[in-house]
């Protein structure tokens, strides 16, 4: 039966401990147990609590973490000092075909949308003070509009970026707004803040492009198996006189696909089975 690993709550196999027994290589398992760690803590760890998680002094653990940190994998917060983990991991497993990765879990999902409306529509995830563009389905007719495969785009410009930002936790969202305190303006910033409140109460963002004049943006979260949001589900509507499905109707198309993805990474809304 799989158990759980005392300090970290994983699950492992009796032949997977066996392995790890016969296999060890102590520079590597610190490494590992730090990132594993790490990915299950929305609001990162201070250096010490994560030493105490992990059973191990901060002299154990700090060149390691530094290290880590130095690569890309781990990250700080504005205030320097809480650990989180990057979107490297994410990017390598993206990287690699076979991986069932989020991905290529959306595509079909996202390929369904897309005939259904006859919009584009991407999936985007945060990274940092961006929006990564990880998948992206283009509509079939010849006038569209559609955001490139692996775009990065600034948090504020972007409706999944209020959404994804709204959908973080408090602390998260307060340490990441005090980040954007360098390279935005006062204005700018308080703009952003307003949009991000807005969207915190309705958990959704439906409204005219911050970019593109004439734009209407439909955003929808996607949920993992813990109900976080890891990814926003977007349709850049482009009004033209062959629309099938009006912008009053998209919404609904949305909400089902972002929901069935959703299902897919394990989520499940309260009461339901």
Known sequence: MPRAAPETGLLETADTADRQTRYRVPAVDKALDILELLSMEANGLPMATLAERLDRTISEIYRTVQLLEARGYLERNADGDRYSVTMKLFRLAHAMPRVHSLASLATPIMEQLTREIEQSCHLA????????????????????????LGARLPVWEASSGNLLLALLPEAKREALFRSLTRIVSPDTLQQFRERVAEVTLSGREERESYIVSGLLTFSRPIFNHFGSAVAALTVPFLHHKRVVVPPQEVSGHLEAAARKLSRELGYREPGEA
């Open 125 to 148: 995830v945060l990274d940092g003070l961006d929006i990564l563009i990880i998948a992206q389905v283009t509509s079939p007719l010849p006038r569209q509009y559609s955001v490139t």
